[in-house]
């Protein structure tokens, strides 16, 4: 995969740096020039009463009822069209997969930074546990540590990067990542079927390929949290994003629209799903791949799990026919393994990359 041909330049232990950023007044040491960005809080961001935004929720009860398939199937194209996210209820993933991998995650993150380094990634190679889309000594940073794994297909795992301690977590990981995969199967048939496409044409393209697993660790930041940034705003490269939050009552990932940013409120089991850039570039532009970013707290930790959905590597990603339905082609057909490259090989700016593609009207 494109993660193992990339690779991060080492930059500090983000939770290491956060304890001391957040120590006593006479101890405290100062957030380092490289974490501090433009004030995240000078673009505007709409938020509700409670400081968060409802984006579209989708009941996969609902999707499932012949009764009410239709109409939620039309309101999930709604929801990837206009907003690129949505928040999965009734998902079918039993609370203890789900809150198994979770309490796993955050006991590999309790260990000292010694155990926690057993998994440090390797020169060349995003997966393990350090940081990403680092490319250069002067770019600015984010205020987060990840543990990156290939996660599927079973074959492809390098056990070399997967936590041995807690002594569940290979096991939590297996089992949460592979019922998630199906779920995620299943979301892409309902996707085609609401924007009027045969419902297997998105789900043969996924199907049995590469799954990626990133646990995003963001640690409080006291003095300066709107200085810096938990995650850099960008896209996904992949096709389908599904994101678990372990604290759903810690705000951090924000949504871009209509040039805002949107603060999103974890619903509590619910999964946020994104669309990336690979299904718009095949959707012709019917579902939107959207600029994210994720804010700090300044006294709470957030982790979450995101599971990434590739195509093969070596498939030329394009608008596919059955999206088509007399449209102008909008985007330019590229190697996915070559598109892989470039994404992981530059730090993240937005849609830079997905935009690249789109051809002129």
């Known amino acids: 995969m494109g993660e193992r041909a990339a690779g991060s330049l080492p930059v500090a232990n983000v939770q290491v740096l956060a304890e001391a950023c957040n120590g006593g007044v006479d101890d405290q040491q100062q957030v380092p020039e490289r974490y501090l960005s433009k004030d995240p809080s000078s673009e505007e961001v709409v938020t509700g009463g409670d400081g968060s935004c409802a984006i579209p929720v989708i009941d996969l009860c609902k999707l499932r009822d012949p009764q009410s398939s239709s109409a939620e199937c039309a309101k999930l194209a709604s929801a990837c069209l206009n907003w690129g996210f949505f928040q999965l209820i009734n998902h079918g993933l039993p ?26 990634q390797q020169v060349g190679s995003l997966e393990g546990y350090g940081q990403a889309f680092v490319v250069s000594d002067d770019q600015k940073l984010d205020w987060a540590d990840m543990l990156y794994l290939q996660v599927h297909p079973t074959e492809s795992r390098d056990l070399r990067f997967w936590p041995t301690r807690p ?23 309902f ?60 705000q951090g990932l924000q949504v871009k629209k209509d040039g805002k940013w949107f603060a999103v409120k974890a619903l509590e089991g619910a999964f946020i799903v994104n669309v990336g850039d690979v299904i718009e570039i095949m959707s012709n532009g019917k579902f939107k791949s959207v600029e994210h970013r994720a804010v700090i707290h300044p006294t709470k930790e957030r982790i979450s799990i995101a599971l ?42 937005g849609r830079v990359h997905v935009e690249r593609l789109k051809l002129e009207q």
Not at 101 to 114: G, P, S
Not at 173 to 181: L, N, T, W
Not at 317 to 337: A, H, I, W
């Open 95 to 120: 609370e203890e997969v789900t809150g198994n991998l979770m309490n796993d995650v955050v006991e590999f993150f309790k260990q000292t930074l010694q155990d926690k380094k057993e998994c440090s």
């Open 167 to 189: 002594a569940s977590f290979r096991h939590s990981a297996d089992v949460y990542s592979s019922e998630a995969r199906q779920l995620a199967y299943r979301l892409l048939e």
């Open 191 to 250: 996707m085609a079927r609401g924007a009027g496409a045969e419902p297997a044409s998105l789900r043969a393209v996924f199907e049995g390929q590469t799954q990626g697993m990133r646990v995003n660790y963001y640690p409080p930041c006291r003095q300066q949290a709107d200085r810096v940034l938990g995650l850099t705003a960008h896209t996904d490269a992949c096709g389908l994003t599904l994101l678990l939050q372990t604290n759903h009552d810690v």
């Open 308 to 349: 990434f959905h590739h195509p093969c590597q070596d498939m030329v990603v394009g608008p596919l026919p059955e999206f088509m339905k007399g449209d102008k082609v909008r985007y330019r057909s590229t190697n996915y393994q070559d598109y892989l490259k470039q994404y992981f090989t530059a730090k993240l700016d």
